[in-house]
C-alpha cells in the first residue's frame, strides 16, 4: 500500500505551495498528487502526533502565519480555517509541543510563538511571543537575534529553539495553562558559528547543532533532567581542503543512532557522518551530490533506509537509497518541483 508525503514550496519563487505526493513502497518513488498554494510560502511542515492533521508555517514578512490541513484525504490537504498571524516574521520552523503550536520566527527580532491547538487539530489563537535578545559578530546575519528552529526534547519537557543570530540556544518550559514560554537555560556556542537546526540522538543524551555560518556540527551532552545543553565537540561536513560559500542546512540522524547526514548549500552535497557508540564522537566518512542545487532539507522515510534532499534552486526533490553498512547514499530518483523547502512523511 502506497503512504503519502507533503512536499512545502516558496510560492514566491514560483513554488507550488503545499504538494501531497504517493509513496511507492517499493522504490521509495514521489508521485505528486495535487497542490494548493491557499497558504503563502509554507516552507515547512509538520505533523501531529496522531498524523491527523498538517501545520505550516507560512514565511512571509513582516508578519508571517502558521496553518493546519486537515489530512482525512491524505490525498487531498484541506485548509483548516485560515491562518493564524504569529506576530513575528519569516517563521521558519515549527513543532507541535505539549498541545500546542511553536514557531520559530527569523525576522530580527527573532522570536518564538506560542499559538492553540482545538481539540480537531485546528489552530486557534496565538498565546504568547517570546522574543530572542543580543547579537552576535557577522556584520550582515547577526545584527540581531535570528531564531531559525525550534522542536521538542526527547522527554516531552522542554522546548528547545536555536538561534542563528546570537550563537546560543535556548531552553525553555511552557505554562500549558498561560500559553507562556519561560527560558530556563541558554547555551552559547562558539561565537560567529551561527546555529541553524538542532537534532537530538535517539538515546536522549546528546544532541547535535547544525550551524549555518561554519561548517560544523556541534556536539553537545544533553541532560534532560535539567534542560542542559553542554558543547563537546565539533564535527566539519566539508572534506579538507575544500573552501568557499557554504551554508550547512538540515541534519538529520538514523534512528539506531550510527549515521548523521548534513545537507551542504554551496557545496550541494550530503555529508555522511559516523557517529560512535557513546553519541559524543562524530565522524566525516564522505560527501556525495545531493543531486540539485541548494540543498534546504533533509528527511529519512519511515522505514530508515532512504533519504530526501529538497533542492530549492534547482527545484526537485532527489531521493537516495542508504547503504546500512556505511551510511552511504545512493541517488535512486527525483521529483521536479519548483522552488521545494521541505518534505514530511505520513
Same mark, same amino acid.
Given at each position: ?6 512536499? &512545502? ?18 522504490? &521509495? #518513488? ?8 491557499? $497558504?503563502?510560502? =509554507? ?5 501531529? #502526533? ?92 547577526? @545584527?540581531? =537575534? ?12 522542554? #522546548? ?7 550563537? !546560543? ?35 536522549? &543524551?546528546?544532541?547535535? $547543532? ?7 556540527? @556541534? ?21 579538507? &581542503? ?45 560527501? $556525495? ?12 522515510? =519511515? ?25 552511504? =547514499?545512493?541517488?535512486?530518483? !527525483? ?5 521545494? !523547502?521541505? $518534505?514530511?512523511?505520513?
Amino acid at each position: 500500500m502506497a503512504g503519502h508525503a507533503y512536499i &512545502g514550496s516558496f510560492t514566491s519563487a514560483g513554488g507550488r505551495g503545499l504538494t501531497a505526493a504517493a509513496v511507492d513502497p517499493g522504490t &521509495g #518513488a514521489l508521485t505528486a498528487l495535487g497542490d494548493t498554494a491557499e $497558504v503563502p510560502n =509554507p516552507s515547512f511542515l509538520a505533523l501531529s #502526533a496522531d498524523g491527523g492533521t498538517l501545520y505550516a508555517v507560512s514565511e512571509t514578512e513582516p508578519e508571517g502565519a502558521a496553518a493546519a490541513f486537515s489530512l482525512a484525504d491524505p490525498a487531498a490537504p484541506r485548509l483548516l480555517g485560515a491562518p493564524v498571524p504569529v506576530r513575528g516574521g519569516w517563521p521558519t520552523h515549527l513543532a507541535v509541543h505539549q498541545g500546542h503550536l511553536l514557531t520559530a520566527n527569523y525576522s530580527e527580532p527573532g522570536s518564538v510563538s506560542v499559538l492553540s491547538i482545538g481539540a480537531d487539530g485546528a489552530l486557534g489563537e496565538l498565546r504568547s511571543v517570546l522574543e530572542h535578545e543580543g547579537d552576535g559578530p557577522h556584520r550582515e546575519r547577526q @545584527t540581531g =537575534p535570528h531564531a531559525h528552529a525550534v522542536l521538542t526534547d526527547p522527554s516531552g519537557r522542554w #522546548a528547545v529553539s536555536v538561534d542563528l543570530g546570537t550563537d !546560543s540556544v535556548r531552553v525553555c518550559e511552557l505554562d500549558a495553562a498561560t500559553g507562556e514560554l519561560e527560558i530556563e537555560r541558554e547555551l552559547g556556542l562558539r561565537s560567529g558559528v551561527g546555529p541553524r537546526h538542532l537534532t537530538f540522538h535517539p538515546g536522549g &543524551g546528546h544532541a547535535y $547543532v547544525m550551524n549555518e555560518l561554519d561548517s560544523v556540527v @556541534t556536539v553537545c551532552r544533553w541532560d534532560p533532567s535539567i534542560g542542559s545543553l553542554r558543547p563537546l565537540a565539533e564535527t566539519r561536513v566539508l572534506p579538507d &581542503g575544500v573552501d568557499g560559500d557554504n551554508f550547512p542546512s538540515e541534519l538529520v540522524l538514523s534512528a539506531d543512532g550510527r549515521f548523521a547526514w548534513a545537507a551542504n548549500r554551496g557545496h550541494n552535497s550530503i555529508a555522511v557522518l559516523a557517529l560512535d557508540e557513546s553519541g559524543e564522537r562524530m565522524e566525516l566518512l564522505d560527501t $556525495v551530490s545531493c543531486g540539485g542545487d541548494w540543498p534546504r532539507h533533509l528527511t529519512l522515510d =519511515p522505514s530508515g533506509t532512504r533519504l530526501y534532499a529538497a533542492n530549492e534552486r534547482s527545484g526537485d526533490v532527489t531521493w537516495f537509497e542508504v547503504d546500512p553498512a556505511n551510511g552511504i =547514499p545512493k541517488q535512486s530518483g !527525483s521529483l521536479a518541483l519548483p522552488a521545494v !523547502s521541505c $518534505v514530511v512523511f505520513a
